[in-house]
């Protein structure tokens, strides 16, 4: 049974680097054909997709965040990460790692982390 817990600092400042790691056990992030997702909800609003990175490597960014968004892996130990550049206090979010079977994720699956809560303020 795959699983993935997402870790990191819970308060960012504004202007500074979101970082967060997504930790996945019970199955490889290498595996063909799944995409290894970060997803975020802001208060009161729904899911949104950020971006992506599969078994190969290859990322996938939303238009409106890849100015400031960038995933990477971990092979070795099995962890993709999210990074958010320059964030401000809309950045406030609950952010999900997800194992999907599409690019884009627009609702939750079976394959989701618990979800981080991160907030920007000074």
């Known amino acids: 049974q795959v699983q993935l817990q997402e870790s990191g600092p819970g308060l960012v400042k504004p202007s500074q680097t979101l970082s967060l790691t997504c930790t996945v056990s019970g199955g490889s992030i290498t595996t063909n054909y799944y995409y290894w997702t970060w997803v975020r909800q802001p208060p009161g609003k729904g899911l949104e997709w950020m971006g992506a990175?599969?078994?190969?490597?290859?990322?996938y960014y939303d238009s409106a965040l890849k100015s400031r968004t960038s995933i990477s892996r971990d092979t070795t130990k099995n962890q993709f990460t999210l990074q958010l550049s320059s964030v401000t206090p809309q950045d406030t979010a609950k952010y999900y790692c997800?194992?999907?079977?599409?690019?884009?994720?627009?609702?939750?699956?079976?394959?989701w982390g618990q979800g981080t809560q991160v907030t920007v303020s000074s």
């Open positions: 990175i599969d078994s190969r490597g290859s990322t």
């Open positions: 997800a194992r999907s079977d599409t690019t884009v994720v627009l609702t939750k699956g079976p394959y």
